[in-house]
């Protein structure tokens, strides 16, 4: 597979759920984000990773866990969530997370609904 | 506050009908001006980075243009296969991290 995976592409999840998803690039890339995409916001970034180590965590509840054993994989562990938490789950990638590198690739993302 | 404005929100043209995106900024150092675009149920691909006022990037039916507080994407005689979402981002100055636009929504119809 080439560029950046992502899976599974639709959830639905009930509030007392644990689920995890899977994010995985095949571009060699050091750098991963997670994002958030609602209908009518802008994406909004909510955790960021270089070299393994997690580099941002804009502000994100406690109920979203990131982990990323490697720069080729990325997960969200996501447990009791809300409603308002479902949305387009997007992970990135780029060649790292330094100011040189914004040129962001992207999955295809995986479509959360919590009900 | 570092922010970026998209308008129009959605754009519904004929095929062949020329026009325009808009994308304005306020940010503190301009890093680079990014454009994205977003096939429905799928993730932003990469189009264009755009560094200084002046600048112009091209990519077949689509042109994208660089000022001080404003880029534009003009799309010529496009096709229905043009029709995405069209997103554009800077990075903030303090945080260093990409601030999207909420996205133009384009609509070409034969």
């Known amino acids: 597979e080439t560029g950046v995976t992502q899976t599974p592409r639709h959830l639905v999840m009930g509030m007392t759920n644990k689920k995890s998803l899977k994010c995985e690039q095949h571009?060699?890339?050091?750098?991963m984000y997670w994002y958030k995409q609602s209908a009518k916001k802008p994406l909004e970034l909510m955790f960021v990773?270089?070299?393994?180590?997690?580099?941002e965590n804009n502000s994100v509840p406690s109920r979203f866990s990131p982990e990323c054993p490697n720069s080729s994989h990325l997960f969200l562990h996501l447990h009791t969530l809300q409603p308002e938490d479902s949305a387009l789950y997007l992970c990135a990638s780029s060649q790292d997370s330094g100011g040189s590198s914004y040129e962001q690739y992207f999955g295809p993302g995986t479509r959360l609904t919590v009900t | 506050e570092d922010q970026v404005t998209q308008s129009p929100e959605a754009l519904r043209l004929q095929e062949g009908e020329s026009s325009s995106l808009n994308c304005s900024y306020t940010v503190s150092g301009l890093r680079g001006l990014f454009w994205y675009r977003q096939d429905p149920g799928k993730g932003p691909e990469f189009l264009f980075t755009l560094y200084s006022a002046g600048e112009e990037k091209e990519k077949e039916r689509l042109k994208a243009t660089l000022t001080k507080k404003e880029s534009f994407l003009h799309i010529t005689a496009p096709k229905p296969e043009d029709s995405a979402t069209y997103l554009c981002?800077?990075?903030?100055?303090?945080?260093?991290?990409?601030?999207f636009g909420t996205g133009t929504r384009l609509q070409v119809f034969p």
């Open positions: 571009l060699g890339h050091n750098a």
């Open positions: 990773y270089n070299f393994k180590e997690q580099t």
């Open positions: 981002a800077v990075p903030s100055y303090n945080t260093d991290k990409l601030i």
